[in-house]
């Protein structure tokens, strides 16, 4: 069974600009979850997507945004690239919307902002 | 929301038992509690789930007193490959919004040596 797969794995951008970071779940899997580690740190709740929805984010500002397609890949969109967005993103999905459902990570898409 | 804590880091040798302990005072009634581990530049990947007393899976016990305020990980006996850091995550639905809230701690990371 496939793990989920996140793409590019490196990004770099400059300032101001947008990035788009892309994620397929693991088939069956209905809810997509996004994180940000910035270097050396924890791990962030992003967003939360499930049924094509969003059911819940972190405290981002609104220029962190997402979606998530009928096929319940999603994608991330961080519009007016600041430096301090440099970070790992890291994509999850579950079976199951809430609860005790583990997540299961992707590798990470790397954005560097320059 | 609970906000998780952690040991920043921890050593032991090959062989040894090793505890990692998270405390999380503000854990909601309907939190699980669930530990991750993860190497450099990878998703985490799931160890372990509990909400209330022992679990046991094939690699770790997770203890969780009766108070839940507080967890801890077990791996019974480390070796080279266990060195990576550990994160706690306390989460899952609020019985008020339905919204899906996600804490991870701020991870241990663990060195074994030889």
């Known amino acids: 069974e496939a793990g989920v797969t996140q793409s590019p794995t490196h990004l770099i951008k400059t300032r101001g600009q947008q990035a788009t970071l892309r994620c397929s779940p693991i088939s069956g899997h209905t809810s997509v979850y996004w994180y940000q580690q910035a270097l050396g740190l924890g791990l962030q709740f992003l967003l939360w997507?499930?049924?094509?929805?969003?059911?819940n984010r972190g405290n981002f500002p609104p220029r962190f945004s997402g979606r998530q397609f009928p096929n319940y890949s999603s994608e991330l969109n961080v519009n007016a690239l600041e430096l301090e967005d440099s970070a790992l993103y890291l994509c999850?999905?579950?079976?199951?919307?809430?609860?005790?459902?583990?997540?299961?990570f992707g590798p990470g898409t790397r954005l560097t902002v320059l | 929301l609970a906000k998780t804590t952690q040991p920043i880091s921890m050593d032991s040798y090959e062989g040894q038992e090793v505890n990692i302990t998270c405390s999380h005072n503000?854990?909601?009634?309907?939190?699980?509690i669930t530990w991750y581990q993860q190497f450099p530049s990878q998703g985490p990947r799931f160890i372990i789930q509990g909400y209330k007393t022992k679990v046991t899976n094939e690699v770790a016990s997770l203890f969780i007193p009766a108070d839940r305020k507080s967890s801890t990980l077990s791996l019974p006996r480390v070796s080279l490959s266990d060195t990576a850091v550990y994160y706690c995550?306390?989460?899952?639905?609020?019985?008020?919004?339905?919204?899906?809230?996600?804490?991870f701690g701020t991870g241990t990371r663990l060195l074994v040596s030889p």
């Open positions: 999850a999905s579950s079976p199951l919307a809430g609860g005790a459902d583990t997540q299961y």
């Open positions: 997507y499930d049924e094509g929805e969003e059911r």
């Open positions: 995550l306390v989460g899952g639905l609020s019985m008020n919004t339905g919204f899906q809230k996600l804490v």
């Open positions: 503000n854990i909601a009634t309907n939190d699980y």
